[in-house]
Nanobody, 118 residues
Framework: QVQLVESGGGLVHAGGSLRLSCATS????????MGWFRRAPGKEREFVAA???????YYADSVKGRFTISRDNDKNTVYLQLNSLKPEDTAVYYC????????????WGQGTQVTVSS
């Protein structure tokens, strides 16, 4: 059973930056694709970014060029660097893991709140 714990959320002004971390345990981290999702108030959860076990990364169009996902296999941790934040980035951000061969993300963290003030 993989466990995910996010940290690094907070309140920031528009244009500011945050770095989210997701520490994992209970599995072989390098075998998982890691992703970040978010849920804004009154909206459905949406994909933000993901990084494969080969370090291939991909992003939602809304965050491309502003957010950067990375992973440290030695620390079993995935990061999301959020730059040039906008009020519409306000959401609870969730970390997720998908094992090789699986279609869906199987494991989820509890989320961390990011609030961007205008």
């Amino acid at each position: 059973q993989v466990q995910l714990v996010e940290s690094g959320g907070g309140l920031v002004h528009a244009g500011g930056s945050l770095r989210l971390s997701c520490a994992t345990s209970g599995g072989t981290f390098s075998n998982y694709e890691m992703g970040w999702f978010r849920r804004a108030p009154g909206k459905e959860r949406e994909f933000v970014a993901a990084i494969s076990w080969t370090d291939t990364s991909y992003y939602a169009d809304s965050v491309k060029g502003r957010f950067t996902i990375s992973r440290d296999n030695d620390k079993n941790t995935v990061y999301l660097q959020l730059n040039s934040l906008k009020p519409e980035d306000t959401a609870v951000y969730y970390c997720a893991a998908r094992a090789r061969g699986n279609m869906n993300f199987d494991y989820w963290g509890q989320g961390t709140q990011v609030t961007v003030s205008s």
